[in-house]
């Protein structure tokens, strides 16, 4: 049939390529970054002070974009894991008793300094993670400020998300977050902790450890009481450390589903709280009807954004059978048009990947799939000498059982299938053990919410991809973890009910 | 009919004794294991002594039973709530006596816990219709897109029951996972079976579709860890203080996992079991975009 269809496409006229001929080279556009001074070492931040690891163990953060080191930074053990949580402990009662309202000025006033400096932390972030400086600008950290402002318009109106129920503070929360949105992925997880009237230790990925930082230095500036937040930075032992202190509360945990896991078995019968936000794989339907070009778009921005290191990422395009064909051909077109390249260049659409091991981590997946029998499309970009690179990539001819469709490559690499029925995407979409977000194009609204009710994902974007905000809860399904972060529903996971269940 | 029954040499009628069975996917089957149990509680009667195959049958069996029960409208499982209710009343002095016998408590208060039963299933019979209303919301984000969340059921919850008091901890569990669209597989009270066990009795005779609810009898020692390693249960339930063993067994397919750590006295307490926290950890929030254009 397929077959069949293909010799009577053959017989058409090849379509022109899109050409713009040599007339629209883009000039250089860098960002400037010489008033962003980097501190040749950084310490920990506990209890509203710096102070060094007691190991005096520093590790180096890279820009990963020319591998040149931007700082040193303290590697934090158990020992200083142990300060940051009695420091946090020492600072609930006084923060968990003030005024709620007290509360939600201080994180005002965060909100507010954070976008005062909002150019000095995107140049920061681009540098110490290697993300296009138009994405760090226009998404990282304005939606961090906006969390910030968000909760703390719920830190004096817990009464009203819980109606009916006594709410109080969980305690001292551990919270571990990930290297693909080092500044928003703190504010998501600062933000309700702190509006609920608890107290945090956060810990920062290893690599991208520098705006986490730098966001200590406004909660000094904000007179933020000392030991409402601690920043302990490290590697995985670290976080190790942080996850399976007995003076945790309640453990929120973004990152992969192989390490949240390994959480949920840990603090298993210990009754503390604990949110999951970990892996997915997220399916793109793309239905016949759909607005093509549009559609194009969101496939090209539900995969490659952030390099696709984005756990909701729309790495699994199911595009139905009439409109394959000429789908992929748009698609292969659009990627020979993303500007891959130094990420503090403003027309940069794709910049670094975030380090050597996550770039080994795709390079090695990929692999794998041609090895399977995947046809691989890459740009033919030129990629630059030094730092850490992929093109941006697809695959077709794979099916269901290949590694680049099952398992998250967390890198620009699209894998794509095709489906005829509404019945057939809904099955291939929900054939896998995550269940973060999902995607749907098409122009019919009935078909949208039939689809969306059957797909198992916590967030459904239609005909659009990978839109954030603090007022919409997140979070996935079944193995991509539990809870949700945003709007009232986030909430819950920062406040104890009296009476209610206990997690285990 | 012949004028025997007026002699008075006739022997006494022997009554007709029920045989306990487990209800999985609208049937009552003899456990496969072919094994049975005299409960701590019920001097004389067996039970069946439920198998890991027995398990396995009821998680199938409720996956259907999801399919069914998650596609009705919150207002048709209210009402389905509502028939249970009715006929937990219409059955109560069986399902008191069915207390008795197991638990060896006065006619009273197993009347009571009867009654607590019904009542509770009235109140969950009216949260269906609201789920959305109360757990779900529009929301305001920066920007022209129309944004919703809604909560779906989890999917297949496991459910282990309290000890005592056997029918109204079994139903204080069920009834909020029902509610929130779920399918449940229950291990019913190990030392005092009966009630836990004709309450499925009470589902076949409640338009209750076939799988959304199997009751299992058993030792909870040998179920409980078979329920938290089973990958194709997507939650637990389980009265009592939280347990390592089980938690651990159930991180590997992430499941929601809960602990009803209440006391005999709490679960007939209102302001304890009439709680929407009891069904929100195993509802799913989905958010759905759409931009808004023309």
């Given at each position: 049939m397929t077959q069949h269809r293909e010799r009577e496409k053959s017989t058409a006229p090849p379509r022109p390529a899109l050409s713009f001929g040599q007339k629209w080279r883009y000039a250089p556009a860098p960002e400037a970054t010489d008033f962003v001074a980097i501190a040749p070492r950084h310490e920990l931040f506990i209890a509203g002070d710096w102070s060094a690891p007691r190991s005096g163990r520093y590790f180096p953060t890279i820009e990963p974009a020319t591998e040149t080191p931007l700082s040193e930074v303290a590697l934090g053990d158990e020992h200083d894991v142990d300060r940051a949580v009695a420091a946090a402990r020492a600072a609930l009662p006084a923060w968990s008793a003030l005024p709620a309202e007290h509360r939600a000025r201080y994180l005002y006033r965060i909100a507010r300094v954070l976008l005062e400096r909002a150019r000095e932390f995107a140049v920061l972030e681009t540098r110490d993670g290697g993300k296009p400086i138009r994405e760090s600008r226009d998404v990282d950290v304005p939606l961090a400020a906006q969390h910030f402002f968000h909760h703390a318009g719920w830190a004096d109106k817990l009464e009203l998300a819980f109606a009916g129920r006594a709410v109080q503070p969980v305690g001292v929360v551990g919270q571990v977050i990930p290297w693909n949105f080092p500044l928003l992925m703190a504010a998501w997880k600062l933000a309700p902790a702190l509006a609920c009237g608890n107290t945090v230790v956060l810990k920062p990925a290893e690599t991208t450890p520098l705006t986490a930082l730098r966001l200590c230095e406004i909660f000094r500036d904000a007179e933020l009481p000392p030991g409402v937040v601690n920043v302990v930075t490290g590697d995985g032992s670290t976080g190790a450390a942080l996850v399976r202190h007995l003076g945790v509360d309640k453990v929120a945990f973004t990152g992969s589903t192989a390490v949240g896991k390994s959480i949920q078995t840990a603090l298993a019968g210990s009754g503390k709280g604990l949110t999951l936000e970990l892996g997915g794989k997220a399916a793109h339907v793309v239905f016949e009807d759909a607005a093509i070009d549009g559609a194009v778009e969101g496939v090209v921005r539900g995969i490659f954004f952030n390099q696709g290191h984005v756990c909701c990422a729309g790495s699994r395009l199911l595009v139905q059978e009439p409109i394959a064909e000429l789908f992929v051909e748009k698609l292969r077109h659009r990627i020979e048009r993303i500007r891959v390249g130094d990420p503090l260049d403003k027309n940069t659409d794709l910049g670094a990947i975030n380090s050597k091991e996550q770039l080994a981590r795709i390079t090695a997946l990929v692999t794998r799939g041609v090895d399977e029998g995947g046809t691989l499309v890459q740009s033919s970009c030129a990629l630059p000498n030094k730092g850490f690179w992929f093109p941006p990539s697809f695959f077709t001819g794979v099916s269901q059982t290949d590694s680049v469709v099952r398992e998250e490559i967390f890198g620009p690499v699209l894998t794509i299938q095709t489906f005829r029925t509404p019945d057939e995407a809904v099955e291939k979409a929900n054939n896998?053990?995550?269940?973060l977000s999902a995607g749907i194009w098409t122009d019919k609204g009935a078909r949208i919410l039939w689809m969306a009710a059957r797909l198992k994902a916590g967030v459904v974007w239609n005909n659009t991809f990978n839109r954030f905000d603090p007022g919409a809860p997140f979070g996935g399904f079944k193995e991509s973890g539990f809870g949700r972060e945003g709007g009232r529903q986030g909430l819950a996971a920062y406040a104890k009910c009296t009476g209610g269940l206990v997690q285990g | 009919m012949n004028g025997a029954g007026m002699n008075d040499a006739t022997p006494p009628r022997p009554d007709v004794r029920k045989t306990y069975k487990l209800y999985v996917g609208g049937k009552f089957p003899r456990t496969e294991s072919g094994r049975s149990y005299e409960p701590a509680g019920c001097a004389g009667v067996q039970v069946c002594r439920g198998s890991r195959k027995d398990l396995r049958d009821a998680v199938v069996a409720a996956r259907k039973g999801l399919e069914d029960w998650s596609g009705r409208t919150g207002y048709n499982r209210g009402q389905i709530l509502y028939r249970l209710a009715e006929m937990l009343e219409t059955r109560k002095d069986a399902l008191a006596a069915e207390i008795v016998a197991a638990s060896r408590i006065g006619d009273e208060a197993a009347v009571r816990e009867v009654e607590a039963s019904v009542d509770l299933c009235c109140w969950w019979a009216g949260v269906p219709d609201k789920l959305n209303a109360l757990l779900g919301s529009q929301n305001d984000v920066n920007g022209p897109f129309f944004v919703f969340s809604t909560v779906e059921p989890t999917g297949v919850i496991g459910v282990i029951a309290p000890e005592s008091p056997s029918l109204l901890g079994l139903l204080a569990l069920v009834l909020p996972l029902l509610a929130g669209g779920n399918a449940v597989v229950a291990l019913v009270s190990e030392g005092r079976p009966l009630a836990g066990l004709a309450f499925g009795e009470v589902c076949a005779s409640s338009d209750v579709p076939a799988g959304a609810v199997n009751l299992l009898s058993g030792l909870r020692s040998e179920l409980s860890p078979q329920f938290a390693s089973?990958?194709?249960?997507d939650g637990l339930l389980i009265a009592g203080a939280p347990d390592a063993a089980i938690g651990q067994a159930a991180a590997d397919s992430v499941k929601r996992v809960r602990f009803a750590p209440l006391s005999q006295a709490d679960w007939s307490d209102g302001a304890r079991v009439r709680r929407l926290d009891w069904v929100e950890p195993f509802v799913e929030c989905k958010t759905l975009w759409h931009p808004v254009a023309w």
């Amino acid at each position: 049939m397929t077959q069949h269809r293909e010799r009577e496409k053959s017989t058409a006229p090849p379509r022109p390529a899109l050409s713009f001929g040599q007339k629209w080279r883009y000039a250089p556009a860098p960002e400037a970054t010489d008033f962003v001074a980097i501190a040749p070492r950084h310490e920990l931040f506990i209890a509203g002070d710096w102070s060094a690891p007691r190991s005096g163990r520093y590790f180096p953060t890279i820009e990963p974009a020319t591998e040149t080191p931007l700082s040193e930074v303290a590697l934090g053990d158990e020992h200083d894991v142990d300060r940051a949580v009695a420091a946090a402990r020492a600072a609930l009662p006084a923060w968990s008793a003030l005024p709620a309202e007290h509360r939600a000025r201080y994180l005002y006033r965060i909100a507010r300094v954070l976008l005062e400096r909002a150019r000095e932390f995107a140049v920061l972030e681009t540098r110490d993670g290697g993300k296009p400086i138009r994405e760090s600008r226009d998404v990282d950290v304005p939606l961090a400020a906006q969390h910030f402002f968000h909760h703390a318009g719920w830190a004096d109106k817990l009464e009203l998300a819980f109606a009916g129920r006594a709410v109080q503070p969980v305690g001292v929360v551990g919270q571990v977050i990930p290297w693909n949105f080092p500044l928003l992925m703190a504010a998501w997880k600062l933000a309700p902790a702190l509006a609920c009237g608890n107290t945090v230790v956060l810990k920062p990925a290893e690599t991208t450890p520098l705006t986490a930082l730098r966001l200590c230095e406004i909660f000094r500036d904000a007179e933020l009481p000392p030991g409402v937040v601690n920043v302990v930075t490290g590697d995985g032992s670290t976080g190790a450390a942080l996850v399976r202190h007995l003076g945790v509360d309640k453990v929120a945990f973004t990152g992969s589903t192989a390490v949240g896991k390994s959480i949920q078995t840990a603090l298993a019968g210990s009754g503390k709280g604990l949110t999951l936000e970990l892996g997915g794989k997220a399916a793109h339907v793309v239905f016949e009807d759909a607005a093509i070009d549009g559609a194009v778009e969101g496939v090209v921005r539900g995969i490659f954004f952030n390099q696709g290191h984005v756990c909701c990422a729309g790495s699994r395009l199911l595009v139905q059978e009439p409109i394959a064909e000429l789908f992929v051909e748009k698609l292969r077109h659009r990627i020979e048009r993303i500007r891959v390249g130094d990420p503090l260049d403003k027309n940069t659409d794709l910049g670094a990947i975030n380090s050597k091991e996550q770039l080994a981590r795709i390079t090695a997946l990929v692999t794998r799939g041609v090895d399977e029998g995947g046809t691989l499309v890459q740009s033919s970009c030129a990629l630059p000498n030094k730092g850490f690179w992929f093109p941006p990539s697809f695959f077709t001819g794979v099916s269901q059982t290949d590694s680049v469709v099952r398992e998250e490559i967390f890198g620009p690499v699209l894998t794509i299938q095709t489906f005829r029925t509404p019945d057939e995407a809904v099955e291939k979409a929900n054939n896998t053990s995550y269940g973060l977000s999902a995607g749907i194009w098409t122009d019919k609204g009935a078909r949208i919410l039939w689809m969306a009710a059957r797909l198992k994902a916590g967030v459904v974007w239609n005909n659009t991809f990978n839109r954030f905000d603090p007022g919409a809860p997140f979070g996935g399904f079944k193995e991509s973890g539990f809870g949700r972060e945003g709007g009232r529903q986030g909430l819950a996971a920062y406040a104890k009910c009296t009476g209610g269940l206990v997690q285990g | 009919m012949n004028g025997a029954g007026m002699n008075d040499a006739t022997p006494p009628r022997p009554d007709v004794r029920k045989t306990y069975k487990l209800y999985v996917g609208g049937k009552f089957p003899r456990t496969e294991s072919g094994r049975s149990y005299e409960p701590a509680g019920c001097a004389g009667v067996q039970v069946c002594r439920g198998s890991r195959k027995d398990l396995r049958d009821a998680v199938v069996a409720a996956r259907k039973g999801l399919e069914d029960w998650s596609g009705r409208t919150g207002y048709n499982r209210g009402q389905i709530l509502y028939r249970l209710a009715e006929m937990l009343e219409t059955r109560k002095d069986a399902l008191a006596a069915e207390i008795v016998a197991a638990s060896r408590i006065g006619d009273e208060a197993a009347v009571r816990e009867v009654e607590a039963s019904v009542d509770l299933c009235c109140w969950w019979a009216g949260v269906p219709d609201k789920l959305n209303a109360l757990l779900g919301s529009q929301n305001d984000v920066n920007g022209p897109f129309f944004v919703f969340s809604t909560v779906e059921p989890t999917g297949v919850i496991g459910v282990i029951a309290p000890e005592s008091p056997s029918l109204l901890g079994l139903l204080a569990l069920v009834l909020p996972l029902l509610a929130g669209g779920n399918a449940v597989v229950a291990l019913v009270s190990e030392g005092r079976p009966l009630a836990g066990l004709a309450f499925g009795e009470v589902c076949a005779s409640s338009d209750v579709p076939a799988g959304a609810v199997n009751l299992l009898s058993g030792l909870r020692s040998e179920l409980s860890p078979q329920f938290a390693s089973h990958r194709d249960v997507d939650g637990l339930l389980i009265a009592g203080a939280p347990d390592a063993a089980i938690g651990q067994a159930a991180a590997d397919s992430v499941k929601r996992v809960r602990f009803a750590p209440l006391s005999q006295a709490d679960w007939s307490d209102g302001a304890r079991v009439r709680r929407l926290d009891w069904v929100e950890p195993f509802v799913e929030c989905k958010t759905l975009w759409h931009p808004v254009a023309w």
